[in-house]
């Protein structure tokens, strides 16, 4: 479906509740590959003794042997897949306009990667490159555009745009708690990356995921589409209990509700009395959490279920909410051990698009 | 070279100091596929528009698909790789074996994996299978090691071989802080997850990284190589340090130092007098971590160099360290931010041989 639609992208970033303590200080924004590496992957698996030969027949008409091997084993599996690297231009924009503005950014090139001295957080972009040749194409594309558009004025080592490598990656994002910083990785890495930012930031509920496509024909031709998931994988689960006339938990922060209705509203022309709502409902949201009138899977026991949730932020729509303050706390953890049972069931968590509800099938 | 002398497996384990606090209570035990995946890819990068067909040519003359796609960009990469799965197990009896004795366990059959009744630790597989189908046959591969020689007497749900998502297992790398398991793994896989392993233990240098190999021919075929390596990357480094004169700080547990000696005195037919030795040796490393006069890297500012270091464990030997105690005590961060430059020097990092020293590039 990411690929029907054009997929550049799944941002995901952490949300940040003013009054509670979270794992990261500041934003932490991502940006995975929507598309390519393994899931695109043709394979055979429990194939013995032979050769295996790759070939590549371009549009000219000429053939080139992209790999060739002998296997030695009574059992290989034998596994090809590429990387399209022509929309990692637009994942490039994307990310580096999103960190430019994030944690208060000014959104004002060029930015100046080193000293830090502006707001916005540090773009890294993280590849296994060094070993993983192939992956070159994608850290040259993001260079282009930085370099073109977003770096900094000539200067000893500033304005450069810095890379990591995936392993070291895994430290750093448990180092790097202060947050303020931004990746953008190929659609494996994101994968397993952005699940290890979501458990540092306490929980899968207190991490968005927005996948960015762009429409490819009709009238709205390069029109960005977004569409906001559930970043947790229990959704569907919780429906089925709801349905069974069981008590359930369901926040909105890892829905990213606010989000889509922010884009909806854009699409509509910039309706602004859109935004006010969704800005009042955020802040009711974020005050009931902070309070710990939360629902149970972040508030614990104490807390409170779906509807009760729903009843609390009703009575608190159209109040003055600002003074809305509490002591720092905690959120229990909130996300039980994913086993494979779980995280079956996530594949099936239902989302939203900007302007139409639909039920999808994720691929990861 | 790890292909060279059929390498199975790199066995990652956190090291725990008596008298101080790291990351893991009980230990964690990490088996990384030595061969395989990305690290043998072929690939052709900046090819366009066009076709792509995988081949393989078994040894009865038969030609099967593996896959074939269309590339609809103008760049892209196309990669293709095998997962050698023979020595798969090898590696199971090899990761069982050592989970049944970790943690003071008794090396006693059958697994009791869900009660946890016996001592040793908790065996999982993770892989992406659920997406990336082909990795089936690794997990097949271990679950019909585990079933025949490991497995519980049958029991509603006792001795269950576990099976964890390699996504999953980034999230619960960091809350598991409690240790006592053991992960078998492919081998990006494997890198990416001990490297957080590491980070979670505090650093790289609290980690030790054994290489498993099988003599394939002559008077040992089938004897067991271990390579011990530096599990950090600035061996060489530091050892250009020393040429220069300059002071330098390399304590000796990432190297495993013990676990070698020790591995030749098996192969030398069990000199028990080496083991001994090395039983001492450690023990006196380790009050000096405790009392604060490990090396730098680890004990701060306030340690010891590389040479005063060695003098101090010297004289020591010899003397009772048994009534070795101190408060628990943190270790310092020990590793810098591994920025590129820093990780291609650790592909230069030394290691020893069980009976050889040799220098060698290791592939991650």
Redesign the interface.
């Known amino acids: 479906m990411r690929r029907g639609w054009n997929g550049i992208t799944i941002s995901r970033d952490t949300i940040h509740i003013e009054g509670m303590e979270l794992g990261y200080k500041k934003p932490v924004l991502f940006e995975r590959h929507a598309v390519g590496g ?22 000219d008409g000429d053939a ?1 042997i ?4 002998d ?17 990692v231009t637009d994942l490039a924009h994307h990310f580096f306009a999103r960190c430019l503005v994030a944690d208060g950014g000014e959104g004002v090139v060029p930015y100046v990667v080193v000293s830090r001295t502006r707001k916005g957080v540090v773009p890294y972009v993280v590849t ?1 490159k ?8 994608f850290w040259v ?1 993001m260079k282009e555009v930085f370099d073109a558009h977003y770096k900094d004025n000539p200067g000893p080592s500033a304005g450069e745009l ?7 990656a ?3 994002i ?2 790097w708690t202060g947050g303020g910083f931004g990746m953008a990785a190929h659609n ?2 994101g ?3 952005t ?2 930012v ?3 930031h306490r929980s899968p509920g207190f991490i968005n995921s927005v996948l960015i496509g762009k429409k490819a024909s009709g009238d709205a031709n390069g029109e960005i589409i977004k569409e906001y998931e559930a970043s947790h994988g229990t959704v569907a689960d919780m429906d089925a209990a709801r349905l069974r006339g069981e008590e359930t938990s369901l926040n909105p922060l890892g829905m990213a509700l606010f989000g889509a209705m922010d884009h909806s509203a854009d699409l509509a022309g910039g309706r602004e009395d859109v935004k006010d709502f969704t800005a009042s409902l955020r802040k009711i949201v974020h005050k009931c959490m902070v309070e710990g009138k939360g629902t149970r899977d972040l508030c614990g026991p104490s807390g409170l279920t779906t509807e009760q949730f729903i009843d609390e932020v009703a009575s608190q729509i159209g109040k003055d909410v600002s003074a809305a303050t509490a002591a720092p706390t905690k959120p229990v ?1 909130a ?1 039980k ?4 049972g779980a ?2 069931t996530s594949t099936m968590r239902l989302s939203m698009r900007s302007s139409t509800s639909s039920t999808r099938t994720a ?2």
């Open positions: 393994e899931y695109g992957a043709g394979f055979k698996a429990g194939i013995g003794k032979g050769k295996v030969v790759t070939v590549h027949l371009g549009a080139t992209v790999d060739q091997r296997l030695s084993d009574d059992n290989n599996a034998v596994v090809t897949y590429h990387n399209p690297i022509d929309n296994k060094t070993v993983f040749k192939w992956q070159e194409g594309a810095p890379h990591l490598i995936s392993d070291a895994t430290m750093q448990i180092r494996y890495d994968d397993m990356l699940d290890e979501a458990q540092v953890a996300e051990d994913r086993g494979e995280l079956r691929t990861a």
